[in-house]
């Protein structure tokens, strides 16, 4: 997720940065770490909830998106690994 929401509060009180690596999940414990990789890895921390939109499990930053090549595709399945 980016444009939108860059410059508000994340749910645990962080300001989001779109740019950043950081990720939304619905029940993972803030500050939670990810790798999380399609075409390529990124690291990731969990600081806001969601997302609330169909069967997606984990919303990256378009930062995090862009590092690992899923900007084009937008949706895909990922690989996650938990640090």
Not at 5 to 24: K, L, P, Q, V, W
Not at 49 to 65: K, N, Q, T, V, W
């Amino acid at each position: 997720y980016g444009g939108y929401f860059h410059g508000r509060t994340t749910a645990n009180g962080e300001t989001y940065n779109m740019y950043g690596h950081s990720a939304a999940h619905k029940s993972l414990a803030f500050g939670t770490r990810l790798e999380v990789c399609y075409d390529g890895c990124v690291e990731v921390k969990i600081n806001d909830r969601g997302p609330y939109i169909g069967e997606c499990e984990l919303d990256l930053s378009y930062g995090a998106a862009k590092a690992i090549g899923l900007i084009e595709p937008g949706v895909a399945t990922v690989s996650i690994t938990y640090l």
